[in-house]
């Protein structure tokens, strides 16, 4: 391992289980705040999840506000209409409730309604480290790890792409790390957002900014995600699986919030901001491709991830292992009904029309140059044809 001076943070507070989301007030409590503006998403009302969190609250006398307008991958229009909501009221905290989507939007309302002016001008490099208001994370997808990231991910409307913000202003004080509220996640998000999660661990443990710290929460993330992935898009009342995917999802999220995601997330961003792909299911099209472009850089590493993962034995040379990686991963793909870019739904004239600006996108974000084998604009253009015709091939 490359000695690295790294910069470690995590919240305050986690407080993990199964039901544990029914002592949100508790958790309120010991950081002194009591008027919590709840941020969640159209879905979560209608369904009614949200109960979850709005229940015990209410048992514990605290008044609630809820915005719920959150949109998948959210956008900076959204997170405006936020902060003028949160200035009408006297909050003293933001409650994300639900995906990375309600999570990331309280996020960026605490960061804009701190700084003012638009949200591109927090984008990387940019260090947004000011929060106007404390955030308490409650994922009810395992995930995007957001709970515990010192990152949000917000769309500029202005110019279709998904802009990267980083710093402690988007790291929630505290977060509820509560699997049971997983059980409701239907196969298809279930599939998308565990393979989002193994992508963290992954790049988490191949970075260029891997550190003793990460590593041992991207190692811990593998083998959980890579043992119960299956199980829990199959059988969705699993608790083993569901438990072990959410456990999973965060240590996966603290790894990669303290060494970075690399190429397959770069990439990812501008097909989510161009194609409106959900976020796991772009990555999940990419990972074999980017992977195996990038074993060069890191063999001992991708044959460790392989025999963590599962998908090689301990007796595999690191040759062997990574070849079963970048065969694993395409299996798993298979197994998990990922489609191709073009059964998505995407036209591949479009698709060939935007690769040259979904390259300059992903090398804008900063995430390639962690990757173990960095690429150039061509290189990633080349990429984004190998998955489009790779797919249609393994199809
Ligand atoms: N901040 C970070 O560190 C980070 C990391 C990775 C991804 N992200 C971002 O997170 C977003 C994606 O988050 P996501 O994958 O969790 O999706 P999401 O929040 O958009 O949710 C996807 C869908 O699942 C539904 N859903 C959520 N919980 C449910 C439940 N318990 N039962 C039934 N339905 C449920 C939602 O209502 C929504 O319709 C993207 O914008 C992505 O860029 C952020
Ligand atoms: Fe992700």
Not at 134 to 140: E, L, N
Not at 164 to 176: C, E, F, M, T, V
Not at 201 to 211: H, T
Request: negative net charge; glycine residues 10%.
């Amino acid at each position: 391992m490359t000695a690295v001076n790294a910069n470690i943070a995590a919240p305050r507070m986690l407080q993990v289980g199964g039901g544990a989301v029914k002592q949100i007030a508790e958790v309120l409590g010991k950081f002194g705040l009591s008027r919590p503006l709840v941020v969640s998403d159209p879905f979560m009302v209608s369904s009614g999840h949200i109960r979850h969190c709005l229940d015990p609250l209410a048992a514990a006398g605290v008044v609630v506000t809820v915005f719920s307008d959150t949109v998948p991958d959210p956008t900076d229009t959204v997170i405006e209409a936020g902060v003028a909501h949160l200035r009408n009221g006297d909050f003293d905290c933001l409650i994300g409730f639900g995906g990375g989507s309600p999570i990331d939007t309280a996020k960026a309302m605490a960061i804009l309604a701190a700084g003012g002016g638009k949200m591109r001008d927090y984008k990387v490099p940019f260090a947004a480290d000011q929060g106007a208001l404390p955030v308490i994370a409650i994922p009810t997808t395992a995930g995007t790890g957001s709970e515990c990231t010192r990152f949000t991910v917000i769309t500029d409307t202005e110019r279709d792409e998904k802009m990267l913000i980083s710093g402690l202003g988007a790291l929630p004080l505290a977060a509820i790390v509560d699997y049971e509220l997983t059980y409701s996640v239907p196969p298809r998000t279930t599939a998308d957002t565990g393979v989002d999660s193994l992508t963290h661990a992954l790049e988490a443990y191949v970075s260029k900014r891997a550190n003793p710290f990460s590593d041992a929460l991207a190692v811990s993330a593998m083998a959980l995600i890579g043992t119960h992935i299956g199980t829990a898009y199959a059988e969705p009342r699993n608790a083993v699986a569901r438990e072990a995917m959410m456990i999973g999802a965060t240590q996966a999220g603290l790894a990669f919030s303290n060494a970075s995601v690399a190429l397959v997330h770069g990439m990812s961003r501008p097909i989510g901001a161009h194609f409106h792909v959900p976020h796991g299911l772009s990555n999940a099209m990419l990972l074999p491709s980017v992977t195996r472009f990038s074993i060069s850089g890191a063999k001992a590493r991708y044959a460790e991830a392989s025999r963590r993962i599962g998908f090689a034995g301990e007796g595999d040379s690191d040759a062997a292992s990574c070849g079963k990686l970048v065969a694993g991963l395409e299996t798993l793909n298979k197994a998990l009904s990922v489609p191709s870019p073009a059964d998505y739904g995407i036209d591949e004239a479009a698709w060939n029309g935007k690769m040259a600006l979904m390259a300059e996108q992903a090398l804008a974000s900063g995430s390639p140059g962690n990757n173990p084998r960095v690429p150039d604009k061509a290189e990633i253009m080349a990429l984004y044809r190998e998955v489009w015709t790779g797919a249609a091939r393994n199809a």
